[in-house]
């Protein structure tokens, strides 16, 4: 099998240098330029990744894709409805490259490129530091950063929405169910020890709360981030900005599933799910710490979070893209995804949705 594209040194440097000059470096391949300037000297980020990405003279990234086929994938025309709204919450994207099959002709996404962002920490990073200075009384950005998230939550689903709106069918709810049944039954299945033990008696209220997915018919779908938490928040040295990275959409589904137009609920019901998954961690890696103040945060940020998406969305009179019932379905859903996931992939995050799940439901079967 021939190597995937990227993997060769200077194959970054040629890319940034072929949106400079406007053309493709190889004959089979297709470039789009939004926007580029001269960059040399390739240096790889090296943490956890799904991709292979290569920083370019500290003003590029070029996220080489290693998984990505011909079916399509969700970044192009995600990216390009940002640029068009002119959304800005999010490195600036430069451009893309496409190699075209030998056999069908057909085009498959080899590389994304971005701006970098020098001196930025993901949410696993800084949303932790922020609320382990909070419960210490410290001042920080914990109960600002879910404000912020808010309103560039909103204003991304505005922007993305302008590419257009459709209502789901009857179809779509039924698959919506079913899948969220079916991480449901996998979780149930793949979890065992104690996490296991803990699991199996949620089942039916799991099964309860998961319900309303099937009688979402006719609720508005746009395109969405579609994986959507806090990792994919990148924050600069003080003064905060944030900036949305990393639109190729949910790791564990299929190329034309990940195209889909989904619920905005189910971005919010992301992030809603990573604060309180940043409470978890925060809890687990810290010792002596009050747990009960980190668990009134995760209500507080979530509550925070929720009020300002919902008040910017209302400022673009777009308030009928979030339908409300669907975010308690969408997390309870999440908890289960974050259970497969870890079993598969990364066996010490299960802590994680063990401690949150059982708490997610108590919070969604008390009446307001
Ligand atoms: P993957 O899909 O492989 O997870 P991401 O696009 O999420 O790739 O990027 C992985 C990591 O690379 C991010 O968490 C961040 O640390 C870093 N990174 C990505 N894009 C940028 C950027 N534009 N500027 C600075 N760092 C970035
Ligand atoms: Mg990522």
Redo the contacts with the bound molecule.
């Keep these: 099998m021939k190597p995937a594209r990227g993997m060769n040194p200077g194959d970054a440097d040629h890319l940034v240098a072929a949106l400079v000059s406007g053309q493709a470096p190889n004959s089979d391949e297709v470039i789009t330029v939004w926007y580029a300037e001269s960059a040399v000297g390739e240096r790889e ?1 090296t ?1 956890d ?3 292979r ?1 290569v920083i370019v003279g500290d003003r590029a ?1 070029v ?1 080489w894709l290693l998984h990505t086929d011909t079916a399509g994938h969700p970044a192009p025309a995600r990216l390009q409805a940002l640029v068009d709204a002119g959304f800005t919450a999010m ?1 600036r994207p430069w451009g893309l490259l496409h190699q075209r099959d030998s056999q069908t002709g057909a085009l498959k996404l080899s590389a994304i490129v ?4 020098p001196g ?1 920490q ?1 949410g696993w990073e800084w949303a932790v530091a922020d609320v382990r200075a909070h419960v210490r009384g410290e001042e920080s950005g914990a109960l600002n950063a879910p404000i912020e998230l808010g309103v560039l939550t909103a204003q991304m689903h505005v922007a993305l929405s302008r590419t257009g709106i459709s209502d789901a069918t009857e179809a779509q709810a039924q698959s919506w169910y079913a899948a969220a049944g079916q991480d449901l039954a996998e979780a149930i299945s793949l979890v065992d020890g104690d996490e296991g033990a803990r699991l199996r008696p949620l089942e039916s209220r799991i099964q309860q709360c998961l319900h309303p997915i099937s009688e979402c018919v006719g609720t508005p779908l746009i395109d969405v981030h579609g994986d959507l938490h806090v ?2 928040i ?1 924050r600069t040295n003080a003064p905060y900005a944030y900036h949305v ?2 639109f ?1 959409g949910n790791p564990l589904q299929t190329a034309v599933e990940r195209m889909q137009q989904q619920p905005a609920a189910r971005d919010v019901a992301g992030m809603l799910a990573s604060l309180d998954h940043v409470g978890r961690v925060v809890i687990h890696r810290t010792p002596d710490v009050d747990a009960a103040k980190v668990v009134s945060w995760i209500v507080m940020a979530q509550e925070i979070f929720l009020d300002n998406y919902r008040d910017e969305l209302n400022r673009a009179d777009a308030g009928h893209l979030l339908d409300e019932r669907l975010l308690g379905p969408f997390q309870v859903q999440q908890e289960c995804r974050e259970f497969v996931y870890s079993v598969k992939h990364l066996p010490h995050w299960r802590y994680v949705p063990d401690a949150a799940l059982p708490a997610l439901l108590d919070r969604l079967e008390t009446p307001a």
């Design positions: 980020i943490v990744q799904t991709n990405s990234v996220k490195p971005t701006e970098y962002l930025t993901d990792g994919q990148l990275t990393d190729d």
